[in-house]
């Protein structure tokens, strides 16, 4: 399959198609020159697209990394056939560092306050990964290498607040245990819908005019068909909702509805 037709197979849209043919370029320079290579930070639906065209090309060595496990914001790393990935991921001059701010606990600052902040400098989101708030009073910012003289030498605050910044390793990062909700449902047969019903505690009509509205993506790709299987491990999220994870489906109660156990995050 040429390079086009890939691209032509995977890409829903113009914006994804430039997206995914810049992967394709940094794949390329990995295998042909035998050098590292790495997008910018992908977003969860970024990522999902990526994954599935790598897939398509035929799974070639590649790594998923924000500076931490688990972490939402992602770059995609290629490693040539001499590095290991323990080797990419200990390595002091990898293409990932973070920023630490530091400002006064009662300031309060929110997520959407640091990111502004950062938007405010002209720093595009690729550069950016997760935005960590471990504590009051403290902020880590995930970001690409290179990023790191112009957010050092030229972010000074957030919202009316001051900063004082330093830079640390992925390895100091302290992101927070996220926090979830296990509910136990049962419902007439896992559609997307019903499901979404559950997660989010709505009415089915309700969760089918959020499908119909494009507000719900399955495993990060929108999906706007009320009647889609779910399955266990699925990740459902839903604009202005949140996110909740399908952990089981243990089986059929004494009534003939399908269980459920789900993890909602709060």
Request: glycine content about 10%.
């Amino acid at each position: 399959m040429t390079k086009k037709e890939l691209l032509d197979r995977c890409a829903q849209s113009g914006d994804e198609r430039v997206l995914l043919a810049r992967v394709l370029d940094k794949l390329e320079l990995a295998q042909s020159r035998g050098v590292p290579a790495h997008t910018g930070f992908l977003s969860p639906g970024e990522q999902a697209s990526v994954s599935d065209l790598l897939s398509a090309w035929g799974r070639p060595r590649c790594l998923f990394w924000g500076g931490y496990p688990d972490s939402e914001r992602n770059i995609c790393a290629f490693l040539p056939d001499w590095q290991g990935e323990e080797d990419f991921l200990s390595d002091p001059e990898g293409p990932l560092t973070a920023i630490q701010a530091k400002f006064p606990a009662d300031a309060a600052l929110t997520h959407r306050d640091i990111l502004g902040s950062l938007m405010g400098l002209g720093v595009t989101r690729e550069l950016l990964g997760d935005i960590l708030l471990p504590q009051p009073g403290l902020c880590q910012v995930v970001a690409l290498r290179e990023a790191a003289p112009i957010l050092l030498s030229q972010w000074e605050g957030a919202g009316r607040w001051k900063i004082s910044l330093s830079e640390i390793s992925p390895g100091q990062l302290t992101p927070k245990p996220p926090q979830v909700k296990t509910i136990r449902d049962t419902v007439a047969t896992p559609r997307l819908d019903a499901v979404i019903a559950a997660g989010f505690s709505l009415s089915r009509s309700k969760a089918a005019g959020l499908i119909s509205a494009g507000r719900v993506s399955l495993n990060h790709r929108e999906c706007l068909k009320a009647d889609r299987q779910v399955a266990e491990g699925d990740v459902l999220t839903c604009r202005g909702l949140g996110k909740c994870v399908v952990k089981e489906v243990p089986g059929q109660s004494k009534k003939g509805r399908t269980m459920l156990v789900l993890e909602r995050y709060i």
